[in-house]
């Protein structure tokens, strides 16, 4: 089965604090998401990569910015945290379109306030 | 624009009866469809995919859904509800505008009660 696993389940930051949230995927998928789920809005893509040093951003990709340096795993982080980025935060990977394979799978998701 | 739409923020539904959580779609080309379910204080669980083929797709716990293309719709059923598929259900689709990174435009969400 495919495991996409983030650093934290909760976690609560500072306002200006700079914020790391880590996630890692052992299917060796190309592609890898970071979405943030607020009630109401459904998700929200904040950036996607697919490939290693590839990003790109998503719909909502101010504030926030990403790291890929190994095919694994894949870094959101918060330059300066406000508390409008009090949110849940989803990773998700997925194979390279071509391999029949084309959903999407998630992790448990990293529950972040700002205070 | 690409977009989904769930129109129902909230479906109630009794144990045994039937159940239909609804999703539109607009794209252009021929869509790749989804639907996912999230447990309280959980990630998304895959449930079903429409590519292409049989207009009826069956996924996951029973769950299966129609594609229409007519109607541009997809909407997500099952024969006999249970109270464990009380959760939140999202639509999603294949963001046609990028290929490369596959990436998938989801609805706002329909929450699920199914009551005993």
């Known amino acids: 089965d495919v495991k996409v696993t983030q650093s934290s389940r909760y976690l609560v930051k500072r306002t200006g604090e700079k914020v790391f949230l880590e996630c890692v995927q052992d299917?060796?998928?190309?592609?890898m998401f970071w979405y943030r789920q607020d009630p109401g809005l459904g998700l929200r893509l904040i950036y996607f990569?697919?490939?290693?040093?590839?990003?790109e951003k998503g719909d909502i990709p101010e504030g926030y910015s990403v790291s890929r340096e190994k095919k694994e795993r894949f870094s959101l982080i918060l330059e300066s945290a406000s508390t409008n980025q009090t949110s849940m935060y989803l990773c998700?990977?997925?194979?390279?379109f071509g391999t029949g394979v084309v959903e999407q799978y998630f992790g448990p998701g990293t529950r972040l306030t700002v205070t | 624009a690409q977009s989904v739409a769930q129109p129902e923020d909230q479906v109630n539904v009794a144990e045994g009866n039937p159940l239909t959580v609804k999703c539109t779609y607009s794209?252009?080309?021929?869509?790749?469809l989804f639907w996912y379910v999230q447990y309280p204080n959980r990630g998304l669980q895959f449930l079903l995919k429409y590519i292409t083929g049989d207009n009826l797709v069956k996924g996951s716990y029973g769950f299966e859904a129609e594609f229409n293309k007519s109607q541009t719709s997809f909407h997500l059923k099952k024969p006999s509800a249970l109270v464990s598929d009380s959760a939140l259900y999202f639509c999603?689709?294949?963001?046609?505008?990028?290929?490369?990174?596959?990436?998938?435009?989801f609805g706002k969400g329909t929450t699920l009660s199914v009551s005993s």
């Open positions: 999603a689709v294949r963001d046609m505008s990028n290929q490369a990174g596959t990436a998938l435009i």
């Open positions: 990569s697919y490939d290693v040093k590839m990003k």
């Open positions: 794209v252009s080309g021929n869509p790749y």
């Open positions: 998700a990977s997925s194979p390279q």
């Open positions: 299917m060796d998928h190309e592609n």
